[in-house]
Structure formats: C-alpha cells, structure tokens
C-alpha cells in the first residue's frame, strides 16, 4: 500500500504540483486530519463518512461538558436593554436632558446620531416589575419571560467592540470584526462532530420580525466556515417547500437511481481526489452522502404537524405559522431532540432607531413566548440540563433619543458599552443576575462580561478549552476567541 | 547599621550555598570511594574549604539578622546554635582533609558524617523558624474547606482560619510574631500587635487589618508584604464580612448579618452535589474506542483522560448484536447512556445489566415498562433518569425509591399517577421530579385574530369573505351589527357572501385553543355608479396609480403605499370631479385615506363636497374637519364620510385638504407632507 501511495505521489504532474501547491501546503495537513480518520471505505469500496457519531478534531472533551447542544436565539438588529431588561428609572427622571460629557467619556457614534447636537435622555416607555426569586426587573413587555425568571441568568453587562451591526454580529458569531473566520457553530462542529450522522451538527433558522420588518438583512458568511472544511459550515432551513434547497430527486428519479448515481460520481470524485489530494473534493462526496441522507431526514424533522395542541399553545399562536420565530424555536426542539449539536436561530428586526415603543413591543411580542416555551418544553423533557440557551444580540441601544424626542415617541442608536443577554441551561446558574451598569444605562459597573468572555464561557460548557479549540491556517493557530477570553466562572454552577 | 541589616537579609540565601558545597563534596568523596579514582583528589579540598568560608558567611549574616529580633527565643537559639555547631564542624573537617597526622585522618569521615547530619538540622530549623514548626507536615494548603450544610457551618474555622493560616500566620506566630502580632488564636487575634488592635468594629472596613491588605504594594506597611502570595478580592470579602460580624470566632453562618455581600463566595464552600465519585473502573484503551465507533457506536470519554464513558443511542432504529456486546464489555465505564426514542428497547434490560455505574439516563419516548427499569435496582449512582413519553406507570414508584443517589426524574407525560408521584415524593424528600409544567405558565395563549383574505372593502352587488387562520380546523363566528360575536354568532367554515354595508367582527374558535381576539372591518356597499373621475391637478408621477380612475375602481389600497392604488400629493391638496351614470339621489361621501407618519402622510385637515346637476354650478354640501394628527398614530386606512341632506345631483366634487406641511412633532418638523386617497364612494 506504501508503495502504491509513493508511485502515486511520484505521478504528480507539473500541473497538479502547481494546483496543490495553489490550494496551499495547508492542505497536506488537512489530508491528513480528515483523510484517514474522517474517511472510510465502506463494503462497497465507496468513500463515505465515517459513522462513528462523533468524528470531530478533538479525541476527547479537555473537561467533563455541562451540556451536549446550544440553542442560540440570535436577536439581530441590536435589542433595547433599557426597554426590556435594564431598569433605569433615572433615565424616566431626567427625561429631555443631555446626556453628560461626564457619562459618554467620548463614546464614538455611528453616523446616524453623530450629526445630532444633543443627546436627550429617554427612560423606558414600558413599566418594569420584580420576578422570581431573586428579584430580577423584567419589562412588561416580556410576560412570559419575566415568568421564568427563575430559569434563566441575566448577564447586564455585556459589551462588544462593534458599533455597527455587520461587524458586531461577525464579531459575535466568529470572534473578529473583520469576515472570514469561522463561526461557532462551525467551530463546534469541527471540533466535536455530529451526534446525528443524518442532520447536518450546524443548523440555522431565520425568522423576520414585526418590528421592523425591513430590517437589516443577514449574510450567509454568518454561519460560514470560514478557514475551515466546508463541512463545517451552517446548513439553512427555510419554512417554505423545500425546507433545505436543492434536496429533493427531481421528478422521474427515486431514490435507487440516485444512489446508483452518487455511487458512479463518487468514484470519479475518488479518482479525482487520489489525483489531486484537494481535500474539498473529499468534503464534496461527503457532502453528496449527507444530502442523500438528508432526504428523509429532513422531511421527518420538519413534519410538525403532529405535535399535540397544547404544544402550539405553549409556543404560541404564531408557531403555527411557518417561518415565524415561535415556529423556528418549536423546530429547534425538534432539531435538539435528533441531536444537532449547534443550532443557531436568527430573529431579524431589533434595529430601532425610530419609533420605537410601538416596533419593540410587537417584536417583543413575537420573540417573548417562544423563547420562554423553549426553555420550559426543553425543561419538561429533561433536555435542558445539557441545552444551553442563549438569547441575545450584536450590542444594546443608547440612553439617549435618536432623533427628536416627543412625549410619546422616540428612537435609540447603537450603544456597544452595554448590553443584556440571558442564558439558560445546563451549568447555568438559574435566577441570577449578572453584572451592573451605571444609573444612566452607559456604563458598566460591576462584572463586565466582553464578547470572546462569552464565546469562551460557550465553549467551556461544552467541555473545550478555548485556548486549546485551534485551527492553523497562514501559519497561525486561530480560536474562536482570539487571543483574548475568560470563563465567566461567576455565573456558572 | 543600615549596611549591616540589609547583608543579614541575604541569609536565607547565603545558608544554601554550604549545604550545596558540602553535599557536593560528599558526592565527590563517595565517587572517590566507588569508582576507586585519584580524579577528584585535587578538588574535594577546595569544595571543603570553600563550604567551610560560606557556612561562616552564612552564620556571621544569620548572626545579625537574629539581632533584628521578632523570632520564637527557642527556635532561634536552637537555629543558632545547631549553625555555630555546624561552622566548627566544617572547620575541623576542612583541616581533618588538608591535614598530614593521620590521627586527624582517621576522624575524617566520621566528621564528615557529623557534619552533614547538623547540615539536615541546622536547616531544619531555620526552616521552622521561617515557616513555622508545623509547614512541613501539614497539607491540603490549596484545597479549601466544604461543608454539607452551609448554614450550620462555624464561620471562623471554615472560612476565616484557613486564610490567616495560608497568608498571614506564616510571620504571624507565636515563633515569629512580626510586629508582635500572632494570628494563631482568635485571643491572639484580639489582642492585636505593635500598632493595637486590628478591629475597628465601628468602622468594619477602616481596621488595621483591612487598611494593611489595602495599601500599596510597594508600601512597605502592605500585608501581606511584597513577593508574598496576596490576598484575594474573595478573600478580603470574607474578611471584611467577618469584622462587620464583630470578629465573631464561634459564629454559625446563619447567624451572620449582611450575608448578600458574600453570598457567592459562600456557595463555594457547600459540597458540590454533582460531583462525580471516583469509580474504580477498568482502563479504556484508545484502540478499543475505535473499535466500538467502528460499530457505528457513539462512545465518548467523559474528557480526555478520564476512563467513564458517555453513549448516546437515541433515535436509533436498530442495534447490532455484536455492538450489544461490545457496549457491554465496557459496560462498568459507562455512566451515561442516552437511549432517547430507541426502537429496541427489549433489549434495554440486559443492557442495563452491564451498566452497574450509570449515573443518567436516559429513556425517555420508548417502549419501557416497570420491567425493564428492573437493572436500575443495583445502580448506586443513578442521579439522573428521564422517563418522560413512555408508558410507565406506578409500578415505576418501587423501583424508584429504591435508587440511592436519585436526584432528578423526569415522568412528564408517562401513565404515572398523581398519587403515584406524591408517594414517590414522600419518600424521596429532595428528589427533583419534573411532572409536567403548571397550567398558569402557558395556559393563557391565544389564537391571533382571524385576517381576511380580501383587502378590498367596498363592493357593489355582493362579496365574498373569506377568513383565514393558522390553526387548522379552526371555525368562524361573526355579526354584522357591530355587536362582539360569541360562539352563538354566525358560523361560516371559512367564508360567506356579505350583501350589504356591515361592520364585520369575527372570531376564530379551535378546539383547545378556545376564542380569539375579535378583527373588525368596515364593509361599504357602494350604490352609486360613478362614471367617471377627474383631478384638477395631475398627482405626483410616483404615486399617480391608475390616475383618477384609481379613485373609483372600487379596489382599496394596502399600507405597501408604493402598490399602485393610491392617488399621492405632496404639498397640495387632492380636488377631483366624479361624473355618475345617471341623475342619482347622494346624501353620503366616503374618503379612503392613509396615514403613515414616519414617511411624511396624514389624515386630510379638511374635506369638502360640492354638487351639481349640470357640472358649472356647484353648492357646496358639505364640509368636514378633522383633528391634527398625534406623535403616536401609526400607519393606518380609513374612511372618512360626510353626510348631507339627500340631493339629485349628476356631478360630485370633493376636495380634500392636506396638512400640508409635517406637524412640529414629526421629525422632520414643515417639510412638505403628502396626502394619499384611493378610493371615493357615493352613497
């Protein structure tokens, strides 16, 4: 056989050379981590995915993992923590006067409020009450979160680097501003593989909100994989048809001829592979295998049709309506159940700059029901002692007004010092609230918790060390976190 | 004297040079003696001779620095001594060697002997006397103590003690007592030291204590001082909440004021109840790993190194006999084993067998009955078990009490019974058992309001309505008077032909879902044919729709504003001229209008009608104002109607004010403002 491979070796044209070389020496190494061990010959002698569950990078977990699958209920656009979960009444005080120099410590602004020549602050239009044990202010505009107020952490004091929605959700998804690195979801299943060999590990559901329901649109590189092997990158499920494109045999051919086919296409590709070493070829025939799996698989995951009324009523009346959010938190449930190990939700829709008591209160409204059913139908299955939930955005929004502030009216601009999340789950301590910002909602005072603190605590969860999670690509080890990142320990069980 | 303290300072350091020099030239000696050699017989002399010069060093420094004074009287004198011993011993040795009498050779190596046994002593005590008697045998510096019961624990001894203990008795003892202060007993602990007391109990976070730890480092009164390992912001915590306690030695926690300051660092001290017992289990080769993933088995350590096992066979259709058996010859490593949704569960009770360790798992939505949960009876670490979705029923209970270890349960949705569960309770007081979720969490979820399929509200002859919902099965009830339909009102499956003008309200019924909101809708019947339409002006080119014929196509608009069938002016009020079919009786007008404030379009300020038979002479019938908008209108269709007396008329005109200009509170306060129409109906 070790022949065989150095005859092959020296029948590598000039061409072939050329073209590895072009595809980088990096892809030597890659060849070796997925060739071997990703890759078997199965009695047919076809190159398929090895079946083994989990097939990831790591051999086994650097510690023992609180839990097994993240949940992530993404709220794009940046949601308001003075409406919904940062209760300053002094901003209701000092309503109309300027923000103080004193306070802002020259902030940046984006260029939407950068041309304002004040900044009058604005308290919460919404009224907030006291919940659970530990007395968390919720608003009223989240009544059934401030209902399990109990079961989740509140982190107040996140903060981010970002100012700017793209930046600041790249920044969050994959650890840097700039695109091009992978994101977490990809990052988990490199490292840990898939528990359901017939469901891609990264699953992604995307739901417009009311609020604003032109809000900013999502790249696709969101849920990219970045430097590492197309495998690896999100797969979108939509609420139409064809949940995932292109995954239905077209008319005429059934499933034994579509195997017959991908069996002939996967010998050529084999050849092609033996030929060239390009590892996106092996990535490619593997990708064809988790496509035909996926044809029943898919169909099976989506049929919710037969879960019980009182299920929908949990979730509420919108999960019956396919590709809202409610409905996507349901899937999520489902996805959980078979297995996915990362599954990424993004609701669109929180960017709110004007108008905003009426826009986030109908997109509280679409999110608040969902997201506390899911933890609590998570909870009643016994799924969430390890399913970490996070909700949370890109950043938070301004204690000022952007644009003129009415009686009843006002708007709120990015704000990236500080902001809310809530996770819920395996390891996580339940009912507490993390973290304190300043009397005017600007600035942290107690506990910040930066974004790779947060990317690093995920991971740590799921038994991986963040510092030892690395990808070598341009001659660097990459991570998730950068450089940077602490286990946010205090809120940990 | 300044010079002299600071080289007395280097005697922790100077002390190491004898022991090392001397040990060196045992080595050497003992080398000699193995290896039968002359080679060293040159260098063993020098090695003696400048063993012996550092050990003088060593005891002139240790000589000054014990003058400095704060150290145990007994130990030092024991420390001097022992090292004074040691300096003439190495001297006579020294001579023993370079000597040529052979009655100073022959006391040679016993010397030698001697002098390495006071080596071992002599640094034995300057180590006691710088550690204290006890650093050598005790242990478990690092590990902090737990408690079973937090709120029973002794305060002082639990949290308090081991800190001075780690970073403060170490100078502060009876053989040291820097600063005369000894740290060792809580009497000792009042009395205090050179400075006084170290409590202010008035001012809890302003005593000596504290104050020391909270100085600069570089400040020379820092404790603890520089290069020595610091106090940590938990600690200090603990520290301050004990003084603010009054310094209390015998306190219980539960006894203890202001608790939420410290609460967290608190928990720590409570037993983990999670953690996992040390099993003795067999090893896990790597290679056999492989070969159970080989068998398509999903087998994982718990974490690198560790040799328990997790297995997940949820939602697996089928198992292969020989997997079967390979799980179970690791079976005493597994401790969880997720067999969620499996089809095989007839096999689950042999499986079990195998898996005498477990500490979860997982069953949930398979085909189990009390009999298969028969194994569990031999787990003693079973913590965790998910029985949700499955048929089990009260025989479970038995079973159940009998695990040890159980801590969570999960029966939701199982044949189990609430008798069932409150016995199993009552037995197992602490046991977490989740039975479902309680009623008043989700129970008030309602249907959202029905939609209507149409957006067109106005018609001619008849219409039909269609409602639509996203609840299937769901039934339609409605009135046409205005008044709030109830499940007495008219039923429609999901549409009905509406014949006249009606204000439409309706509710969608589904079982277990009950009623929902109302959605309410103005239908207007229009009688009057109208011919056709003129504007005065022509509208603005974007918004222009079908030009005046938009207004009487009896096709309505939507809030997409952009569509087509609205009429749009910015700046400019809307005047048109309807021409009817034939001379017909008028006595009422509709104007549809749009409002969308944030992009720049209100209500009408005023509208105005005018009639007349020959299309020259018109009266003026009507006129109607209206209210300026609010900052908090919203984007919104309306209609408004103006009602006169009943005239023959064959033409109609209407004229319909703007506001012109965006109120002051818009913001973009006197730009020009548009007004929309779309549709005027003749009654």
């Known amino acids: 056989m070790k022949k065989i491979i150095e005859k092959r070796a020296l029948k590598l044209n000039r061409r072939a050379f050329l073209s590895k070389s072009a595809v980088g020496l990096g892809s030597a190494a890659l060849a070796s981590l997925f060739g071997m061990s990703f890759f078997s010959k199965n009695k047919k002698g076809i190159i398929t995915e090895n079946a083994g569950g989990a097939n990831g990078i790591l051999d086994a977990l650097h510690h023992p993992a609180k839990v097994k699958r993240v949940i992530y209920l993404f709220q794009s656009g940046g949601p308001s923590q003075l409406e919904l979960f940062d209760y300053k009444p002094l901003l209701n005080k000092r309503r109309g006067e300027d923000l103080p120099e004193?306070?802002?410590?020259?902030?940046?602004?984006?260029?939407?409020?950068?041309?304002?020549?004040?900044?009058?602050?604005?308290?919460?239009?919404?009224?907030?009450?006291?919940?659970?044990?530990?007395?968390?202010?919720?608003?009223?505009?989240?009544?059934?979160?401030?209902?399990?107020?109990?079961?989740?952490?509140?982190?107040?004091?996140?903060?981010?680097?970002?100012?700017?929605?793209?930046?600041?959700?790249?920044?969050?998804?994959?650890?840097?501003?700039?695109?091009?690195?992978?994101?977490?979801?990809?990052?988990?299943?490199?490292?840990?593989?898939?528990?359901?060999?017939?469901?891609?590990?990264?699953?992604?559901?995307?739901?417009?909100?009311?609020?604003?329901?032109?809000?900013?649109?999502?790249?696709?590189?969101?849920?990219?994989?970045?430097?590492?092997?197309?495998?690896?990158?999100?797969?979108?499920?939509?609420?139409?048809?064809?949940?995932?494109?292109?995954?239905?045999?077209?008319?005429?051919?059934?499933?034994?001829?579509?195997?017959?086919?991908?069996?002939?296409?996967?010998?050529?590709?084999?050849?092609?592979?033996?030929?060239?070493?390009?590892?996106?070829?092996?990535?490619?025939?593997?990708?064809?295998?988790?496509?035909?799996?996926?044809?029943?698989?898919?169909?099976?995951?989506?049929?919710?049709?037969?879960?019980?009324?009182?299920?929908?009523?949990?979730?509420?009346?919108?999960?019956?309506?396919?590709?809202?959010?409610?409905?996507?938190?349901?899937?999520?449930?489902?996805?959980?159940?078979?297995?996915?190990?990362?599954?990424?939700?993004?609701?669109?829709?929180?960017?709110?700059?004007?108008?905003?008591?009426?826009?986030?209160?109908?997109?509280?409204?679409?999110?608040?029901?969902?997201?506390?059913?899911?933890?609590?139908?998570l909870k009643q299955r016994g799924l969430l002692e390890d399913t970490l939930v996070v909700w949370g955005g890109e950043f938070g929004r301004t204690n000022y007004s952007q644009g003129i502030l009415t009686d009843t009216n006002y708007g709120r601009d990015h704000h990236p010092r500080c902001f809310t999340i809530w996770l819920a789950g395996g390891g996580v301590k339940p009912g507490l609230v993390y973290g304190e910002t300043d009397e005017f909602g600007y600035n942290i005072t107690k506990n910040p918790a930066h974004v790779h603190d947060f990317q690093a605590t995920l991971l740590h969860q799921l038994g991986i060390d963040h510092e030892r999670l690395t990808y070598k690509y341009q001659g660097r080890r990459f991570r998730l976190t950068d450089v940077e990142g602490h286990v946010m320990k205090d809120i940990l069980v | 004297m300044f010079l002299a303290i600071n080289i007395?300072?280097?005697?922790?350091?100077?002390?190491?040079?004898?022991?090392?020099?001397?040990?060196?030239?045992?080595?050497l000696e003992f080398l000699k003696w193995k290896q039968k050699t002359n080679a060293f017989d040159a260098t063993i002399p020098v090695a003696l001779g400048f063993g012996l010069l550092s050990a003088l060093f060593a005891g002139a420094s240790g000589w000054l620095l014990s003058t400095e004074g704060g150290y145990d009287e007994q130990a030092l004198w024991q420390h001097k001594w022992s090292g004074i011993g040691l300096m003439v011993l190495s001297a006579l040795l020294y001579f023993a060697k370079v000597s040529k009498r052979s009655a100073f050779q022959k006391a040679y190596l016993p010397l030698f002997s001697l002098v390495l046994l006071l080596l071992g002593i002599t640094g034995h005590f300057g180590g006691n006397l710088t550690h204290g008697s006890d650093y050598l045998f005790s242990t478990n510096q690092d590990t902090a103590p737990t408690v079973v019961d937090l709120e029973k624990a002794a305060v002082f001894p639990t949290m308090i003690e081991p800190i001075l203990k780690a970073k403060c008795?170490?100078?502060?003892?009876?053989?040291?007592?820097?600063?005369?202060?000894?740290?060792?007993?809580?009497?000792?602990?009042?009395?205090?030291?050179?400075?006084?007391?170290?409590?202010?109990?008035?001012?809890?976070?302003?005593?000596?204590?504290?104050?020391?730890?909270?100085?600069?480092?570089?400040?020379?009164?820092?404790?603890?001082?520089?290069?020595?390992?610091?106090?940590?912001?938990?600690?200090?915590?603990?520290?301050?909440?004990?003084?603010?306690?009054?310094?209390?030695?015998?306190?219980?926690?539960?006894?203890?004021?202001?608790?939420?300051?410290?609460?967290?660092?608190?928990?720590?001290?409570?037993?983990?109840?999670?953690?996992?017992?040390?099993?003795?289990?067999?090893?896990?080769?790597?290679?056999?790993?492989?070969?159970?993933?080989?068998?398509?088995?999903?087998?994982?350590?718990?974490?690198?190194?560790?040799?328990?096992?997790?297995?997940?066979?949820?939602?697996?259709?089928?198992?292969?006999?020989?997997?079967?058996?390979?799980?179970?010859?690791?079976?005493?490593?597994?401790?969880?084993?997720?067999?969620?949704?499996?089809?095989?569960?007839?096999?689950?009770?042999?499986?079990?067998?195998?898996?005498?360790?477990?500490?979860?798992?997982?069953?949930?939505?398979?085909?189990?009955?009390?009999?298969?949960?028969?194994?569990?009876?031999?787990?003693?670490?079973?913590?965790?078990?998910?029985?949700?979705?499955?048929?089990?029923?009260?025989?479970?209970?038995?079973?159940?009490?009998?695990?040890?270890?159980?801590?969570?349960?999960?029966?939701?949705?199982?044949?189990?019974?609430?008798?069932?569960?409150?016995?199993?309770?009552?037995?197992?007081?602490?046991?977490?058992?989740?039975?479902?979720?309680?009623?008043?969490?989700?129970?008030?979820?309602?249907?959202?309001?029905?939609?209507?399929?149409?957006?067109?509200?106005?018609?001619?002859?008849?219409?039909?309505?269609?409602?639509?919902?996203n609840v299937k099965n769901a039934r339609f009830f409605y009135t046409l008077d205005g008044t709030e339909p109830d499940t007495t009102s008219l039923l429609a499956k999901d549409s009905f032909y509406l014949k006249k003008s009606a204000i439409l309200k309706v509710i969608a019924v589904a079982k277990s879902w009950g009623k929902s909101p109302v959605t309410t809708a103005n239908f207007l019947q229009a009688r009057i044919n109208v011919k056709s339409a003129k504007l005065a002006k022509a509208p603005h080119s974007s918004y222009a729709g079908k030009g005046a014929k938009s207004l009487i196509d009896l096709e309505n608009g939507t809030l997409a504003f952009s569509a087509g069938n609205w009429i749009g002016y910015q700046g400019e009020n809307l005047t048109t001229t309807l021409r009817l079919e034939a001379v017909d009786r008028v006595e009422k007008v509709f104007v549809s209008s749009l409002a969308a404030p944030n992009s720049w379009i209100f209500f009408p300020k005023q509208i105005k009608v005018w009639t007349s038979m020959d299309g020259k002479q018109y009266d003026l019938k009507a006129t109607q104002n209206y209210s300026p908008p609010q900052a908090t209108d919203q984007a919104a269709i309306q209609y408004f109607d103006l009602n006169f007396p009943p005239t023959m008329a064959k033409f109609v005109k209407v004229k319909v004010f703007s506001l012109l200009k965006n109120p002051i509170w818009h913001p973009a306060p006197g730009e020009a403002c548009w007004i929309f129409v779309d549709e005027i109906l003749l009654q």
């Open chain 1, 102 to 377: 004193s306070i802002r410590k020259g902030q940046r602004l984006t260029g939407m409020t950068a041309g304002q020549d004040r900044f009058p602050l604005v308290g919460s239009f919404a009224n907030f009450k006291q919940h659970g044990q530990h007395g968390a202010w919720i608003s009223d505009l989240l009544p059934y979160t401030a209902k399990i107020a109990d079961e989740i952490c509140i982190v107040k004091s996140m903060h981010t680097e970002a100012i700017n929605h793209d930046p600041a959700i790249t920044f969050f998804q994959t650890g840097s501003q700039q695109p091009g690195r992978p994101s977490i979801g990809s990052w988990l299943s490199y490292g840990l593989g898939s528990e359901n060999e017939n469901l891609p590990a990264f699953s992604v559901l995307l739901s417009r909100g009311t609020g604003r329901p032109d809000g900013q649109p999502l790249y696709s590189r969101l849920w990219g994989n970045g430097f590492l092997h197309s495998l690896h990158q999100g797969v979108p499920f939509r609420s139409a048809k064809d949940p995932v494109l292109y995954l239905n045999d077209p008319a005429g051919i059934d499933r034994a001829s579509r195997r017959r086919m991908l069996d002939k296409l996967s010998e050529l590709n084999t050849k092609h592979f033996e030929d060239f070493g390009d590892p996106e070829i092996e990535s490619r025939i593997a990708q064809y295998e988790m496509a035909y799996r996926m044809q029943t698989s898919v169909p099976e995951l989506m049929d919710i049709e037969k879960e019980p009324d009182h299920i929908y009523k949990m979730y509420g009346p919108d999960s019956m309506t396919p590709g809202t959010f409610a409905a996507n938190c349901l899937l999520a449930r489902r996805m959980a159940e078979k297995g996915v190990r990362f599954i990424q939700l993004y609701h669109m829709g929180w960017d709110q700059h004007d108008n905003l008591p009426k826009a986030i209160e109908k997109q509280a409204k679409d999110v608040d029901q969902a997201s506390a059913a899911l933890v609590m139908d």
């Open chain 2, 8 to 27: 007395a300072r280097f005697h922790p350091l100077f002390v190491h040079l004898p022991i090392g020099v001397l040990i060196f030239a045992a080595l």
């Open chain 2, 169 to 469: 008795m170490s100078c502060h003892n009876p053989g040291k007592a820097k600063g005369d202060l000894v740290m060792t007993t809580p009497q000792a602990l009042l009395v205090g030291g050179k400075t006084g007391s170290l409590f202010d109990f008035e001012s809890p976070a302003k005593s000596e204590l504290l104050r020391r730890v909270h100085l600069p480092l570089t400040d020379k009164k820092h404790m603890p001082p520089k290069g020595k390992i610091q106090l940590t912001e938990e600690e200090i915590s603990l520290l301050l909440w004990w003084i603010e306690n009054r310094a209390c030695t015998d306190c219980l926690v539960e006894t203890m004021k202001n608790r939420a300051s410290v609460e967290s660092i608190l928990a720590k001290y409570q037993v983990s109840t999670e953690t996992i017992p040390t099993l003795d289990v067999p090893v896990i080769a790597a290679t056999s790993l492989v070969e159970l993933k080989a068998k398509g088995l999903k087998v994982n350590r718990l974490s690198a190194e560790s040799n328990l096992l997790i297995v997940n066979l949820s939602n697996q259709k089928q198992i292969d006999p020989s997997a079967v058996k390979a799980l179970k010859k690791v079976g005493e490593n597994v401790v969880e084993l997720n067999l969620a949704n499996a089809s095989f569960s007839d096999i689950f009770p042999s499986l079990l067998s195998a898996m005498p360790h477990l500490q979860k798992l997982q069953v949930q939505r398979t085909e189990i009955n009390a009999a298969t949960l028969k194994p569990l009876g031999k787990m003693e670490y079973l913590s965790s078990l998910n029985v949700y979705g499955t048929n089990l029923t009260d025989e479970a209970v038995e079973i159940l009490e009998a695990l040890p270890a159980l801590k969570k349960l999960y029966c939701w949705d199982t044949k189990m019974t609430a008798t069932g569960i409150a016995a199993l309770q009552k037995t197992k007081p602490t046991l977490d058992i989740n039975y479902g979720l309680s009623e008043d969490l989700f129970g008030d979820s309602k249907l959202n309001p029905p939609t209507l399929a149409t957006t067109a509200r106005i018609f001619t002859d008849s219409m039909v309505i269609k409602f639509n919902t």
